[in-house]
RNA sequence: GUCCCCAUCGUCUAGCCCGGCCCAGGACACCGCCCUUUCACGGCGGCGACGCCGGUUCAAAUCCGGCUGGGGACGCCA
């Protein structure tokens, strides 16, 4: 048994959006399942609508998820001769025609179609021509057959079959002589020996136009798998005005790669009653037959609460370098203050996005924070004054600075005046924090250390006597 | 318009191939309660779906047909 090939075969004319990411990841989990290859080629025969931008963006998008490639990326721009090759072949065999209505008659040609009610497809004027016009622009159109049934197994859609009295001859060749999208795709897979192709959906009604030239080509006709779409909350093709729909976007918005890609690959998959898949697990458990048929509505809820998830259970350490550039944006030197990977674990819990964990954690490193109003007017009073005395004191003098000693201490002076932690917890909150949430602030106290704690105290100290 | 595809809670889905265990299970969201110094986390509970009509059958979410609805494709774009 041969190895499966498969490719992802973005066209740069955009950033990698969450449509082809999905694809990607399918295409990717199944090689890496079959132990195949998994290639990436990148789809630019339109040579002015595709820009280096577009294809930077997409290999960055590739490796943010973690989709490496084994071959390529490869450029279809680079192959034209290939393509020109293959085109004469089946100019020569007769398996196709040149033809020169021009691209003007055409447009007409089909707006009277389409009035008319009637599929609009090329007419076949220059089928039979059998006439070289010197001189004359032309294309390369494919002789496809008008009779007979065309059909295929999709491996997620089940049988799938099309009249080819539906199809008409489709041009492979432009009259500047570059070849068009269904032939190239038809040359690569051959000339990559693709065994499997991954798509979305909107090419089924390519594949019968593609598996004809296949046989006219005579190569095997590799296996294919229509993925679904992704719908926006309206269940119209997802796009913008849906929200965010590159991939990249949602890094800048504080999402981990894993949320992302456990979040796509559940859309529209399933293994049970499972949610949480990392990649390797996904290795072993993915199948591509048990990929749903039906189209899916992208919900950033479910993708917040999966962020969150990996927010929760990851490794601090690197939280922390994902952390830094979103503590950047906002000038806060993690360097200066607090042990990074020590706010973040009294952080974690409590963020769903690392921008969230990013405004949760400047506080810690800022000395100088302006208190919330609404919060000053709630604790921030005068008899808050002898119990910020007692607790700066009893923290100055304690000697075990951690969670159970700090909480010893507070609970103790609570104790001893007979008042409540909801007394005394709050207005701490504020002196350290300036605003009414944060992470516990026994925890806050421990990670903000003696001296910034103390300092905090007496700077909200001398705010009340000043304010009285 | 023509062709192709799809159809279980608001959303993602399990179940459907191999009818009965399903007066349909899980997750997100939402609501309530508990925990609690805040915000969260967590725990418990609730709300909530087999699109419709026929057929086959002792029995249908599961099989068949039609209808309706949705999506996609009809380019010298990919």
């Known amino acids: 048994m041969s190895e499966v090939r498969l490719r992802f075969a973005p066209s740069p004319t955009g950033y990698l959006h969450v449509g082809g990411a999905r694809t990607a990841l399918f295409n990717w989990l199944l090689a890496k399942k079959e132990q195949g290859k998994f290639i990436l080629r990148i789809e630019d025969t339109d040579v002015a609508r595709s820009t280096q931008e577009s294809v930077d963006a997409i290999l960055e998008g590739m490796r943010w998820l973690g989709l490496d490639w084994d071959e390529g990326p490869f450029f279809q721009s680079e192959n034209f001769p290939l393509y020109k090759e293959f085109a004469a072949k089946l100019l020569a065999q007769g398996k196709a025609y040149k033809c020169y209505c021009t691209a003007e008659e055409l447009e007409a040609k089909r707006e009277k179609a389409l009035a008319s009610g009637s599929k609009p497809k090329y007419d076949g004027t220059c089928r039979s021509l059998n006439a070289d016009i010197p001189g004359k622009p032309y294309v390369v159109r494919f002789k496809a057959p008008h009779e007979g049934v065309t059909a295929f197994d999709d491996l997620v859609k089940g049988p799938i079959s099309f009249n080819n009295e539906e199809l008409d001859d489709l ?25 499997t192709v991954i798509r979305g959906d909107d090419h089924v009604n390519n594949t019968p136009r593609q598996i004809l030239l296949y046989e006219a080509l005579g190569c095997p006709v590799p296996q294919f798998a229509h993925v679904p779409m992704i719908l926006g909350a309206d269940k119209s093709r997802l ?20 949320a992302m890609v456990n979040y796509l690959v559940r859309l529209g998959w399933s293994y049970g009653d499972e949610e949480i898949f990392s990649l390797d697990e996904l290795i072993d458990k993915f199948s591509i037959e048990t990929v749903g048929r039906s189209a899916g509505v992208f919900n950033p809820d479910k993708l917040l609460w999966l962020n969150a998830h990996y927010i929760k259970t990851g490794d601090p350490q690197r939280l922390a370098e994902l952390l830094a550039p979103f503590l950047a944006e906002r000038g806060v030197n993690a360097g200066r203050g607090p042990n990074l990977v020590a706010v973040i674990r009294t952080l974690q819990e409590r963020s769903r996005t690392m921008l969230e964990m990013a405004d949760g954690a400047v506080f ?23 119990l910020f005395e007692q607790v700066r004191d009893r923290l100055g003098k304690l000697d075990d600075f951690s969670h159970q000693g700090i909480e010893t201490v507070i609970k103790g002076i609570c104790d001893e005046r007979g008042i409540k932690m909801g007394q005394l917890g709050p207005p701490i909150r504020v002196a350290l924090c300036g605003g009414t949430t944060s992470p516990s602030i026994y925890e806050v106290i421990e990670v903000l250390g003696k001296d910034a704690t103390l300092n905090r105290i007496t700077r909200a100290l001398e705010f009340v006597r000043s304010h009285v």
Do not use: C
């Open 364 to 386: 810690y490193y800022r000395d100088t924070f302006v208190y919330d109003p609404q919060a000053v007017d709630k604790f921030l009073k005068p008899d808050v004054v002898p």
């Open 239 to 258: 796009s913008k005005r849906h929200g965010a729909t590159s991939v990249m976007a949602y890094r800048d918005m504080g999402f981990l790669p894993e």
């Open 171 to 195: 041009i492979i060749q432009r009259s500047d002589g570059t070849p068009t999208y269904n032939f190239t795709v038809v040359v690569d897979d051959v000339s990559m020996a693709i065994t």
